[in-house]
């Protein structure tokens, strides 16, 4: 083969490789990936214009192995912060259920003390760097006596100026 006809190639070679990039660009569903298209596209037309001169240094191998390892890298970044974001959501929907088992376990204790119990709820602490992690925290509890609501129901189906809720003593938090 002459010189001539190694330019030749050479000429052909980057000129198929410019025409097939940009017919790859052109199809990529998603531009998400665009970046590291071009990215890679460029060093390998900068290796295409240096094959005359680089000859047999296998500087294809190594930057494709190159950019193998920086898609790698960045692919599991990604990963990582899909479960990161997972993990939380499943600690927020355990702990929502627990509460919701607390709010339960209340009204059941009321029921069973012989108050009608209005509504429940419970904290549970969700700060996984505290030594109180999974703690509960603070509960609240409306409760009446089935006497109680009997008598607040009839005064206000008659239209009675009866106060149908009767005030209660506050509870001391124990330590």
Known sequence: MSGMDQLYEWIRNITYYLIFITVVENLLPNKKYEKYVKFFAGMVLILLVLKPVTGGLRLDDKLAYSFEAISLKKEAGELTGKVSKMEETRLKRMISGYEKA???????????????????????????SSDRFGHVV????????????????????VGSKMDPVKKVEEIKTLK
Do not use: F, P, R, W
């Open 102 to 128: 607390v709010g339960t376990d209340l009204e059941t204790m009321a029921q069973t003390a012989g108050y009608s119990c209005k509504e429940t709820s419970a904290e549970i602490n969700s700060d996984q």
């Open 138 to 157: 603070k509960v609240s509890l409306v409760l009446t006596s089935g006497k109680e609501e009997m008598q607040a129901e009839e005064a206000a189906s």
